[in-house]
Protein backbone atom coordinates (compact mmCIF):
# COMPACT_ATOMS: atom_id res chain seq x y z
CA UNK A 1 0.00 0.00 0.00
CA UNK A 2 2.99 2.46 0.28
CA UNK A 3 2.64 2.87 -3.71
CA UNK A 4 -1.08 4.28 -2.85
CA UNK A 5 -0.16 6.75 0.42
CA UNK A 6 2.84 8.38 -2.30
CA UNK A 7 0.23 8.75 -5.07
CA UNK A 8 -2.04 10.70 -2.16
CA UNK A 9 0.70 13.29 -1.18
CA UNK A 10 1.41 13.47 -4.53
CA UNK A 11 -2.49 14.54 -5.44
CA UNK A 12 -1.89 16.76 -2.73
CA UNK A 13 1.27 18.53 -2.64
CA UNK A 14 2.11 18.22 -6.86
CA UNK A 15 -1.68 18.36 -8.13
CA UNK A 16 -3.04 20.36 -5.12
CA UNK A 17 -6.46 18.12 -4.98
CA UNK A 18 -9.06 19.46 -2.59
CA UNK A 19 -8.66 17.13 0.14
CA UNK A 20 -12.17 15.21 -0.12
CA UNK A 21 -11.05 14.50 -3.61
CA UNK A 22 -7.63 13.27 -2.46
CA UNK A 23 -9.05 10.84 0.03
CA UNK A 24 -11.69 9.30 -2.26
CA UNK A 25 -8.69 8.70 -5.35
CA UNK A 26 -6.24 7.22 -2.43
CA UNK A 27 -9.73 4.96 -0.92
CA UNK A 28 -10.42 3.83 -4.74
CA UNK A 29 -6.58 3.11 -4.97
CA UNK A 30 -6.12 1.35 -2.14
CA UNK A 31 -9.54 -0.87 -3.07
CA UNK A 32 -8.11 -1.64 -6.30
CA UNK A 33 -4.59 -2.37 -5.15
CA UNK A 34 -6.74 -4.64 -2.42
CA UNK A 35 -8.88 -6.76 -5.34
CA UNK A 36 -5.77 -7.33 -7.31
CA UNK A 37 -4.01 -8.82 -4.54
CA UNK A 38 -6.75 -10.94 -3.56
CA UNK A 39 -6.28 -11.94 -7.58
CA UNK A 40 -2.67 -13.00 -6.36
CA UNK A 41 -1.12 -9.70 -8.24
CA UNK A 42 1.00 -7.80 -6.12
CA UNK A 43 3.02 -6.08 -8.64
CA UNK A 44 1.17 -3.58 -10.08
CA UNK A 45 3.83 -4.00 -13.13
CA UNK A 46 2.04 -7.09 -13.46
CA UNK A 47 -1.91 -5.28 -13.91
CA UNK A 48 -3.54 -6.04 -17.41
CA UNK A 49 -6.19 -4.66 -19.03
CA UNK A 50 -7.83 -7.42 -18.68
CA UNK A 51 -7.60 -7.21 -14.92
CA UNK A 52 -8.43 -3.92 -15.07
CA UNK A 53 -11.75 -5.28 -16.91
CA UNK A 54 -12.57 -7.37 -14.47
CA UNK A 55 -12.09 -5.26 -11.41
CA UNK A 56 -14.53 -2.94 -13.66
CA UNK A 57 -16.93 -5.59 -13.66
CA UNK A 58 -17.09 -6.97 -10.12
CA UNK A 59 -18.02 -2.95 -9.42
CA UNK A 60 -20.80 -2.94 -11.86
CA UNK A 61 -22.01 -6.05 -9.99
CA UNK A 62 -22.13 -4.64 -7.05
CA UNK A 63 -24.84 -2.53 -8.12
CA UNK A 64 -22.85 0.74 -7.85
CA UNK A 65 -24.12 4.11 -9.92
CA UNK A 66 -22.71 4.86 -13.44
CA UNK A 67 -21.41 8.34 -11.64
CA UNK A 68 -19.87 5.86 -8.70
CA UNK A 69 -18.09 3.80 -11.54
CA UNK A 70 -17.02 6.79 -13.23
CA UNK A 71 -14.95 8.16 -10.36
CA UNK A 72 -13.78 4.78 -9.32
CA UNK A 73 -12.31 4.88 -13.01
CA UNK A 74 -10.97 8.05 -12.52
CA UNK A 75 -8.86 6.97 -9.79
CA UNK A 76 -7.26 4.05 -10.91
CA UNK A 77 -6.59 5.31 -14.30
CA UNK A 78 -4.67 8.69 -12.48
CA UNK A 79 -3.09 5.71 -9.67
CA UNK A 80 -1.61 4.58 -12.98
CA UNK A 81 -0.41 7.43 -14.88
CA UNK A 82 1.41 8.22 -11.66
CA UNK A 83 3.09 4.98 -11.38
CA UNK A 84 3.85 5.68 -15.45
CA UNK A 85 5.22 8.71 -14.30
CA UNK A 86 7.55 7.93 -11.32
CA UNK A 87 8.71 4.96 -13.25
CA UNK A 88 6.92 2.21 -11.20
CA UNK A 89 5.10 0.74 -14.01
CA UNK A 90 5.85 0.18 -17.83
CA UNK A 91 2.57 0.68 -19.46
CA UNK A 92 -1.25 1.82 -18.23
CA UNK A 93 -3.17 -0.86 -18.06
CA UNK A 94 -6.28 1.50 -17.87
CA UNK A 95 -5.74 3.03 -21.48
CA UNK A 96 -8.39 2.38 -23.74
CA UNK A 97 -10.37 1.57 -20.95
CA UNK A 98 -14.31 4.01 -21.37
CA UNK A 99 -16.23 4.99 -18.44
CA UNK A 100 -19.70 4.35 -18.27
CA UNK A 101 -22.34 6.83 -20.00
CA UNK A 102 -24.29 8.54 -16.85
CA UNK A 103 -27.81 10.05 -17.83
CA UNK A 104 -27.74 13.64 -17.58
CA UNK A 105 -29.43 14.49 -14.35
CA UNK A 106 -32.14 17.83 -14.15
CA UNK A 107 -30.95 20.49 -12.92
CA UNK A 108 -32.78 21.30 -9.25
CA UNK A 109 -32.76 25.01 -8.63
CA UNK A 110 -35.05 27.62 -6.91
CA UNK A 111 -37.68 30.34 -8.48
CA UNK A 112 -36.60 33.64 -7.76
CA UNK A 113 -40.22 33.59 -5.41
CA UNK A 114 -38.40 30.54 -3.85
CA UNK A 115 -35.35 32.22 -3.03
CA UNK A 116 -37.25 35.27 -1.34
CA UNK A 117 -39.45 33.05 0.71
CA UNK A 118 -36.05 31.01 1.15
CA UNK A 119 -34.17 34.08 2.45
CA UNK A 120 -37.13 35.60 4.08
CA UNK A 121 -37.50 32.79 6.14
CA UNK A 122 -35.14 33.61 9.43
CA UNK A 123 -35.84 35.28 12.42
CA UNK A 124 -34.30 38.50 13.93
CA UNK A 125 -32.39 36.09 16.77
CA UNK A 126 -29.11 35.57 16.89
CA UNK A 127 -29.15 32.24 15.40
CA UNK A 128 -31.69 33.85 12.46
CA UNK A 129 -29.11 36.59 11.88
CA UNK A 130 -26.41 34.27 11.60
CA UNK A 131 -28.46 32.26 9.18
CA UNK A 132 -29.70 34.59 7.24
CA UNK A 133 -25.72 35.74 6.79
CA UNK A 134 -25.47 32.14 5.48
CA UNK A 135 -28.30 31.72 3.20
CA UNK A 136 -27.10 35.18 0.97
CA UNK A 137 -23.75 34.52 1.22
CA UNK A 138 -24.50 31.00 -0.51
CA UNK A 139 -26.81 32.71 -3.05
CA UNK A 140 -24.67 35.78 -3.66
CA UNK A 141 -21.69 33.77 -4.19
CA UNK A 142 -22.56 30.19 -5.93
CA UNK A 143 -19.58 29.10 -3.79
CA UNK A 144 -19.10 25.25 -2.05
CA UNK A 145 -20.39 24.06 0.82
CA UNK A 146 -16.99 23.24 1.31
CA UNK A 147 -15.46 26.83 0.68
CA UNK A 148 -18.26 28.41 3.01
CA UNK A 149 -17.35 26.22 5.66
CA UNK A 150 -13.92 27.26 5.33
CA UNK A 151 -14.10 31.27 5.54
CA UNK A 152 -12.34 32.80 7.98
CA UNK A 153 -12.98 36.41 9.14
CA UNK A 154 -10.43 37.71 7.42
CA UNK A 155 -11.64 36.35 3.78
CA UNK A 156 -14.45 38.87 3.59
CA UNK A 157 -13.99 42.45 2.63
CA UNK A 158 -17.15 44.16 3.81
CA UNK A 159 -16.03 47.55 2.89
CA UNK A 160 -15.28 46.57 -0.61
CA UNK A 161 -17.87 44.23 -0.95
CA UNK A 162 -16.22 40.95 -1.83
CA UNK A 163 -15.14 37.46 -0.38
CA UNK A 164 -11.92 35.34 -0.79
CA UNK A 165 -12.22 31.93 -0.82
CA UNK A 166 -9.40 28.88 -1.32
CA UNK A 167 -11.93 27.14 -3.68
CA UNK A 168 -10.94 23.13 -4.83
CA UNK A 169 -6.77 22.52 -4.62
CA UNK A 170 -5.94 25.72 -2.77
CA UNK A 171 -7.01 27.97 -5.82
CA UNK A 172 -7.77 31.25 -4.47
CA UNK A 173 -10.37 33.08 -6.08
CA UNK A 174 -12.39 36.34 -5.27
CA UNK A 175 -16.20 36.56 -5.62
CA UNK A 176 -18.05 40.15 -5.33
CA UNK A 177 -21.00 39.96 -2.79
CA UNK A 178 -24.34 42.02 -3.12
CA UNK A 179 -25.52 44.59 -1.12
CA UNK A 180 -28.51 42.41 0.41
CA UNK A 181 -25.15 40.09 1.01
CA UNK A 182 -23.14 42.53 2.55
CA UNK A 183 -25.82 43.57 4.62
CA UNK A 184 -26.77 40.55 6.28
CA UNK A 185 -22.79 39.59 6.84
CA UNK A 186 -22.71 43.42 8.81
CA UNK A 187 -25.45 42.18 10.99
CA UNK A 188 -23.97 38.92 11.80
CA UNK A 189 -19.98 40.09 12.27
CA UNK A 190 -20.94 43.04 13.95
CA UNK A 191 -23.38 41.89 15.91
CA UNK A 192 -24.63 38.53 16.18
CA UNK A 193 -20.98 36.44 15.85
CA UNK A 194 -20.17 38.28 18.52
CA UNK A 195 -22.68 36.87 21.01
CA UNK A 196 -21.85 33.60 19.79
CA UNK A 197 -17.94 33.26 19.74
CA UNK A 198 -16.44 34.86 23.38
CA UNK A 199 -13.65 37.40 22.64
CA UNK A 200 -10.96 35.45 24.20
CA UNK A 201 -11.28 32.25 22.03
CA UNK A 202 -9.25 33.31 19.16
CA UNK A 203 -11.54 31.40 16.56
CA UNK A 204 -11.15 32.74 13.08
CA UNK A 205 -13.82 31.27 11.90
CA UNK A 206 -16.25 33.08 9.95
CA UNK A 207 -19.65 31.01 10.58
CA UNK A 208 -19.73 29.06 13.95
CA UNK A 209 -22.19 27.13 15.87
CA UNK A 210 -24.33 27.75 19.01
CA UNK A 211 -20.50 26.83 20.66
CA UNK A 212 -18.33 29.45 19.18
CA UNK A 213 -17.10 26.76 17.20
CA UNK A 214 -16.72 26.62 13.17
CA UNK A 215 -19.34 24.96 11.71
CA UNK A 216 -19.33 21.61 10.30
CA UNK A 217 -21.28 20.40 7.61
CA UNK A 218 -23.78 18.69 9.12
CA UNK A 219 -24.97 21.32 10.86
CA UNK A 220 -25.03 23.61 7.69
CA UNK A 221 -27.22 21.05 5.75
CA UNK A 222 -29.60 20.83 8.69
CA UNK A 223 -30.36 24.42 8.87
CA UNK A 224 -30.60 24.39 4.77
CA UNK A 225 -33.10 21.30 5.64
CA UNK A 226 -35.17 23.35 8.17
CA UNK A 227 -35.62 26.60 6.22
CA UNK A 228 -36.62 24.93 3.65
CA UNK A 229 -39.07 23.30 5.41
CA UNK A 230 -40.00 26.68 7.03
CA UNK A 231 -39.93 28.32 3.59
CA UNK A 232 -42.63 25.55 2.40
CA UNK A 233 -40.35 24.34 -0.41
CA UNK A 234 -41.54 21.75 -2.36
CA UNK A 235 -37.91 20.21 -2.84
CA UNK A 236 -35.29 19.26 -0.26
CA UNK A 237 -32.76 22.22 -0.07
CA UNK A 238 -29.57 20.97 -0.22
CA UNK A 239 -25.89 23.48 -0.34
CA UNK A 240 -25.87 22.91 -3.79
CA UNK A 241 -29.47 23.51 -4.79
CA UNK A 242 -28.39 27.51 -4.02
CA UNK A 243 -25.37 26.84 -5.84
CA UNK A 244 -27.52 25.87 -8.98
CA UNK A 245 -30.15 28.79 -8.32
CA UNK A 246 -26.84 31.39 -8.50
CA UNK A 247 -25.59 29.73 -11.94
CA UNK A 248 -28.90 29.08 -13.52
CA UNK A 249 -30.11 32.98 -12.55
CA UNK A 250 -26.71 34.25 -13.15
CA UNK A 251 -27.45 32.80 -17.16
CA UNK A 252 -30.72 34.16 -17.02
CA UNK A 253 -30.06 37.58 -16.85
CA UNK A 254 -27.19 37.99 -19.15
CA UNK A 255 -23.79 36.13 -17.59
CA UNK A 256 -21.91 35.22 -19.96
CA UNK A 257 -19.77 31.53 -19.74
CA UNK A 258 -16.61 32.27 -19.17
CA UNK A 259 -17.42 34.86 -15.88
CA UNK A 260 -19.53 32.55 -14.73
CA UNK A 261 -17.00 29.79 -14.49
CA UNK A 262 -14.72 31.92 -13.03
CA UNK A 263 -17.23 32.49 -10.55
CA UNK A 264 -18.36 29.00 -9.78
CA UNK A 265 -14.11 28.31 -9.66
CA UNK A 266 -14.75 25.78 -12.69
CA UNK A 267 -11.34 24.57 -13.81
CA UNK A 268 -13.16 23.37 -17.62
CA UNK A 269 -15.90 25.30 -18.95
CA UNK A 270 -17.83 22.44 -19.49
CA UNK A 271 -18.87 21.65 -16.10
CA UNK A 272 -20.35 25.46 -16.05
CA UNK A 273 -22.12 24.48 -19.79
CA UNK A 274 -24.50 22.08 -17.45
CA UNK A 275 -26.20 24.96 -16.80
CA UNK A 276 -26.78 26.35 -20.30
CA UNK A 277 -29.73 23.21 -20.16
CA UNK A 278 -31.35 24.75 -17.43
CA UNK A 279 -31.79 28.19 -18.77
CA UNK A 280 -32.83 26.43 -21.97
CA UNK A 281 -35.22 24.60 -20.78
CA UNK A 282 -36.56 27.72 -18.60
CA UNK A 283 -37.11 29.33 -21.83
CA UNK A 284 -39.01 26.42 -23.65
CA UNK A 285 -41.39 26.83 -20.23
CA UNK A 286 -42.08 30.36 -20.51
CA UNK A 287 -42.64 30.20 -24.39
CA UNK A 288 -44.76 27.67 -24.22
CA UNK A 289 -46.88 29.52 -22.01
CA UNK A 290 -46.76 33.09 -23.15
CA UNK A 291 -46.60 32.75 -27.05
CA UNK A 292 -50.30 32.52 -28.62
CA UNK A 293 -49.37 30.23 -31.06
CA UNK A 294 -46.60 27.77 -29.19
Not at 185 to 213: C, I
Request: glycine share 6%; net charge positive.
Amino acid sequence: MMFVEDFAEYLKKEKRMARNSVEAYRRDAAAFVEFEAERGISDMKDVSGTEVIAWLHNIRESGRSAATVNRKVASVRAFFRYLMEKGRVDSDPTAGIRSPKIARRQIEFLSMQEIDQLLSAPDDSVRGVRDRAILEVLYATGIRVSELIELDTDSINLRMGFVTCDGEGSRARIVPLGRPARAALEAYVYEARKELVPEDSGEKALFVNQYGHRITRQGLWKILRDYGTKAGLEHKLTPHTLRNSFAVHMLQNGADLKSLQELMGHDDITATQVYLSATKSRLKDVYDRAHPRA
